[in-house]
């Protein structure tokens, strides 16, 4: 079965540094990867996808992610963090058994100080 | 948030009622899902529809049931067998271009 993991619960960040969002997963064939956003008592926000092709992707408000074969990795990132990044991050993956299903990770606390 | 709509934002019942939840969406979508999040766990899949008069069961269907009578429309009833409702509902939908699922803003339901 395919999944992803949030190694972090939480990323504290200042104000103007790099934010990184860490996302592994675990796939038998070729993962599609998602990433997601929610503010506080929100629906969640698409940000940015890898299907296939350049393993830099870029998504809305700045955010870029990795994907990384190797290191069976996809982490967000942003160059120069603010203090309305501050939300909850999820990274998803694609069933590979199910077209028409997603798994999330369990979520990173993002809090970003000015 | 956009396109899809969820109604009430915040929905108070008693014990041992059922209560049905409101999610439509605008974007032409034949997909749509409802997922409950809690506090740690993520999000799981309650029940999701391919396409009208369709739906099957996610990860935690018991106690939920759901109708798909129109494309627009999946509203989901937490009935009073489910055994802790008390959760923040989600819907979604999906474009039928893309894997990506699109989110409403949510229905906090709390069950006293």
């Known amino acids: 079965a395919q999944s992803v993991a949030q190694p972090e619960d939480q990323v504290n960040v200042a104000e103007g540094n790099p934010l990184t969002v860490k996302c592994t997963y675990s796939v038998s064939g070729n993962p599609y990867l998602f990433w997601y956003v929610q503010y506080p008592n929100r629906g969640l926000q698409f940000l940015l996808k890898y299907i296939t092709g350049d393993n830099l992707v870029k998504g809305s408000y700045g955010f870029e992610a990795e994907f990384n074969k190797s290191q069976t990795s996809f982490h967000l990132k942003k160059p120069s963090a603010l203090v309305s990044d501050s939300a909850l991050y999820f990274c998803?993956?694609?069933?590979?058994?199910?077209?028409?299903?997603?798994?999330f990770g369990a979520g990173t606390t993002v809090t970003v100080r000015a | 948030d956009g396109g899809i709509t969820q109604s009430p934002k915040y929905l108070f019942r008693k014990e041992g009622q059922n209560v049905t939840l409101s999610c439509e969406q605008n974007l032409n979508h034949d997909a749509m899902y409802w997922y409950r999040q809690d506090p740690g766990q993520g999000l799981r899949l309650i029940y999701y529809?391919?396409?009208?008069?369709?739906?099957q069961k996610g990860d935690i269907a018991e106690g939920y049931s759901v109708s798909r009578e129109k494309k627009e429309s999946f509203p989901l009833t937490v009935t009073s067998a489910q055994k802790n409702p008390t959760a923040f509902y989600l819907c979604?939908?999906?474009?039928?271009?893309?894997?990506?699922?699109?989110f409403g803003p949510g229905t906090r339901l709390t069950v006293t």
């Open positions: 979604a939908s999906r474009s039928p271009q893309g894997y990506e699922q699109y």
């Open positions: 998803a993956v694609r069933d590979l058994s199910n077209d028409y299903k997603l798994s």
């Open positions: 529809s391919q396409i009208v008069n369709d739906f």
